[in-house]
C-alpha cells in the first residue's frame, strides 16, 4: 500500500514537472526568421509620367466666307478630302435693301442702254451716208459699249446678290465651301438648313467642318513642376494609349512650356511630342496617353530591392548573411554605394557580390500567414 502510495506521488510531480515545461515552451516566441535576397544583374530605368492626349498636329475648322443658310453637304466625318474638294454649298438669304437697290441699278442700266442703242442707230445711219465724221460716230459706240458694260455689270451684281455666285465665275462662288488642306473630316457640327455665319472682325463665324491630317500626330500633355526640371527637348517618349493598350508607341519631346499654369494646387507645364507612327496604325484624334519619358538607364548593372537598402545619415548599407546560431540568423552590417534607383530596383555601385546573401522581409509565421478564406 505504502509502495502504491509513492508510485503515485512520484507520478503525480512528473506530470506537474511536464506541465510546466509545456507551459514554459509554449511561452517562448521562435527565432524571427528573415528571407534572404541575391543581388542580380538587370536594367534600371528612371522615367516620369506625363497625362495628355494624342491630337493632330494640324487641325483646322472650314468657316464660310458668307453668311447664309446650309443647303447641301458633301462629306461625313471619317471622310478623306482634298484640298479645294468642296465640302458644302451655302444658300444665301439677300438683304431686301441691297436686293432693291441692285434691282433698281438693272433697270436704270438698261434704260441707258435703250437710248444709247437709239442714239447709236442714228449716228451710223449718217456715218454710213458721210454725214458725220468717224470721230464723231466713235463717241457714239463708246457710249453704247459703256451702257452694254454697265447693264452687264448691274445684272452680275444682282446675281451675286441673289445667288452669291455669277455665271462667269461659278467655280469660284463663296457659296461653294471648299476644304483648305488635305485630310480627314473629324466633325461636322452643321445639318442641311441650319443658319450660318461668316468670319469676320467681330464672329468667329459658324464653323462647317473640322479636317485633319491623321497622319501627323502629336503628344500634348501636362508634367508637374517637381519633374520638368529633368526633362529637355529631344528626349525619347514611350506612349501608352488607353484605347490601345496591347502596343507602345515611340515619341519625341519638341516643346516644354516655358510658363506653368496652376491646376488643382499644382503648376503645370505644357508639353508636346512628335508621335511616330506607321502605315498601319491608326489613331483617333483624342484618345487619351500616359507618356513615360526617360530620365536616364543603366543596362546589365548589378541591382537588389530598394526596400533591402538602409540609410544613416549620407551612408547606406545592407545586412549581410552570416550563417545561423542556437537557430537563430546572424546578420552583419555592410556599407554600399548605391546609384540609379526606379523606386523598387536600385543599382549598386560597390560593396556587393552576387553571391552576398542579404536580409530581406520577415517571413510570417504560420499563424500570420493569411488563409484562403482571408484572401
Known amino acids: 500500500m505504502k509502495i502504491v502510495k509513492i508510485a503515485f506521488g512520484v507520478i503525480i510531480g512528473l506530470l506537474f514537472i511536464w506541465t510546466f515545461y509545456f507551459l514554459y515552451q509554449k511561452s517562448q516566441k521562435p527565432p524571427v526568421q528573415y528571407q534572404i535576397k ?10 516620369t509620367v506625363a497625362t495628355g492626349s494624342v491630337v493632330p498636329r494640324q487641325e483646322i475648322q472650314i468657316k464660310p466666307q458668307i453668311s447664309g443658310i446650309i443647303d447641301e453637304i458633301y462629306v461625313e466625318p471619317g471622310d478623306h478630302v482634298e484640298k479645294e474638294q468642296v465640302i458644302a454649298r451655302v444658300k444665301i438669304i439677300p438683304d431686301m435693301v441691297n436686293l432693291n437697290s441692285a434691282e433698281s441699278r438693272v433697270k436704270q442700266a438698261d434704260i441707258k442702254l435703250n437710248d444709247a442703242k437709239l ?12 454725214v458725220i465724221s468717224k470721230s464723231e460716230f466713235q ?3 463708246t457710249s453704247f459699249n459703256a451702257a452694254k458694260e454697265e447693264l452687264a455689270a448691274a445684272e452680275n451684281n444682282l446675281q451675286l446678290i441673289k445667288e452669291g455666285v455669277i455665271k462667269d465665275y461659278a467655280n469660284a462662288s463663296n457659296t461653294l465651301i471648299r476644304a483648305t488642306i488635305t485630310g480627314m473630316v473629324l466633325d461636322v457640327p452643321v445639318k442641311e438648313g441650319n443658319s450660318v455665319i461668316q468670319a469676320n472682325t467681330f464672329n468667329d463665324g459658324t464653323t462647317i467642318a473640322t479636317i485633319a491630317d491623321m497622319s501627323d500626330m502629336i503628344f500634348e500633355g501636362k508634367i508637374d513642376e517637381t519633374e520638368v526640371g529633368k526633362i529637355r527637348s529631344g528626349m525619347d517618349l514611350m506612349l501608352t494609349i488607353g484605347a490601345i493598350e496591347e502596343k507602345k508607341f515611340d515619341a519625341k519631346l519638341t516643346y516644354v512650356a516655358p510658363k506653368g499654369v496652376e491646376e488643382n494646387g499644382a503648376i503645370q507645364f505644357e508639353i508636346k511630342a512628335d508621335v511616330k507612327l506607321n502605315d498601319k496604325d491608326f489613331v483617333r484624334a483624342g484618345y487619351s496617353a500616359n507618356a513615360d519619358i ?3 538607364k543603366k543596362d546589365s548593372v548589378m541591382t537588389i530591392d530598394e526596400s533591402l ?5 549620407d551612408t547606406a548599407y545592407v545586412e549581410i548573411f552570416k550563417g ?11 556599407e554600399i554605394k548605391t546609384g540609379l534607383s526606379d523606386g523598387i530596383k536600385i543599382q549598386v555601385l560597390s560593396g556587393l557580390t552576387l553571391d552576398d546573401e542579404i536580409k530581406g522581409e520577415k517571413e510570417l509565421a504560420k499563424k500570420d500567414k493569411p488563409t484562403t478564406e482571408e484572401i
Do not use: T
Open 139 to 141: 463717241k457714239v459706240v
Open 119 to 130: 442714239d447709236y442707230d442714228r449716228q451710223k445711219e449718217l456715218y454710213d451716208r458721210e
Open 309 to 313: 537598402v538602409r540609410f544613416e545619415n
Open 294 to 296: 526617360v530620365l536616364d
Open 38 to 47: 541575391k543581388p542580380e544583374i538587370g536594367n534600371i530605368i528612371n522615367k
Open 324 to 334: 545561423n546560431e542556437d537557430g537563430r540568423q546572424m546578420f552583419e552590417k555592410k
